[in-house]
């Protein structure tokens, strides 16, 4: 039976999401951020995970390892 609530896990934050890829969205946007907007981070703050990443897409990518996400057909 799948979960109803996914929790964010990300330093100082606890938000509630009903499915896992609104999660994964809120963390690209909220948290991980990007160049053009001036709130790039490129280290997974995920329970003090600590992995760098070079690049947005890397840590995006490395995310998936956190999350119960269903892969694309």
Request: hydrophobic content about 30%; aromatic content about 6%; some cysteine.
């Amino acid at each position: 039976m799948p979960r109803s609530q996914y929790t964010c896990r990300w330093l100082d934050c606890d938000q509630l999401f009903g499915n896992p890829e609104l999660l994964f969205d809120h963390l690209c946007d909220e948290h991980i951020g990007r160049k053009s907007s001036n709130n790039l981070c490129l280290v997974c703050c995920w329970n003090n995970c600590g992995t760098k990443a070079a690049k947005r897409d890397h840590l995006t990518s490395h995310l998936k390892v956190h999350l119960p996400l269903k892969r694309k057909q």
